[in-house]
């Protein structure tokens, strides 16, 4: 396959609405967030309305739908209630991921093969409503033949035991992991599905998947939203989306 000549960025909002609910009120707005991304380049917007609602609310997606121009990627659990918000939000597409109340964030990939009946009738409304259907998976051959099975239009490989390979300094296991994740985007990208990859990602370990020629689409926010205190969210951005084409152009990441 050729190297796609665009590869997007899509950032999550989720953590400045964090910041917002440790104190409460209104501010920092994540919209307005969503709002500089857009200015800086980003291609698109992911939030993730938990069950808990930890940090996103339903007043954040329903004005992400309505106010940003931006395709919003609505990342939510495999729920009859976040498929009803689904449906009445209609954003471009939905990102299952597992989700379970006492984690810090997202711990791994969807069960697709597990899932059974009960997932796919949370995935066939939303997909006969025109959303696009993306899982959230891990780098596995039988995963990636349940999301086809199950009808999914993208997988997005979960990219975060490659990044903690990096953050513990395990050369072995992080080129281990990025060898799984170029494998896993060849047998999604050879079924048929789009693929996409996410979670972790810093400006250190981006440019090796960016590298992936399957891969057209990166989601990135925790990283994005904490290096915005440092340098601005506009130029946190900017300097990712530099990186990542650098890579894809076979360029290299320079810093």
Do not use: W
């Not at 380049?41 to 808990?52: F, K, S």
């Not at 997932?119 to 959303?131: E, F, H, S, T, Y």
């Not at 048929?192 to 989601?219: D, K, R, Y």
């Amino acid at each position: 396959m050729a190297v796609a000549e665009k590869l997007r960025l899509g950032v999550n909002i989720d953590h400045v609405a964090t910041i917002r609910n440790a104190r409460g009120g209104r501010l920092p707005d994540p919209v307005r967030a969503a709002e500089m991304a857009a200015l800086a380049g980003a291609d698109g917007i992911t939030a993730h309305l938990r069950e808990d609602r930890r940090h996103i609310g339903d007043e954040d997606i329903a004005r992400l739908a309505s106010e940003i121009g931006l395709p919003l990627n609505l990342e939510m659990a495999a729920t009859e209630e976040m498929r009803a918000i689904a449906l009445r939000h209609k954003p471009n597409a939905c990102c299952l991921v597992p989700e379970k109340r006492q984690e810090v964030t997202t711990e791994g990939g969807l069960d697709v093969l597990g899932g059974g009946a009960a997932l796919q009738g949370i995935l066939d409304p939303i997909k006969a409503a025109g959303i696009r259907i993306s899982l959230f998976i891990d780098p596995v051959e039988a995963q990636i033949e349940a999301a086809v099975k199950a009808g999914a239009d993208i997988v997005e490989l979960h990219t975060g035991a490659y990044a903690h390979a990096h953050q513990d300094g395990d050369a072995k296991r992080f080129a281990s992991e990025l060898a799984r994740l170029q494998k896993g985007a060849e047998l999604a990208d050879a079924a048929g599905l789009e693929v996409h990859a996410g979670h972790g990602l810093c400006f250190e370990t981006v440019a090796p998947i960016s590298a992936i020629s399957q891969v057209v689409e990166l989601n990135i926010g925790h990283f994005l939203i904490g290096e915005a205190i440092f340098t601005g969210l506009e130029g946190a951005i900017e300097k990712m989306r530099r990186l990542m084409l650098e890579a894809r152009r076979g360029q290299g990441a320079s810093a």
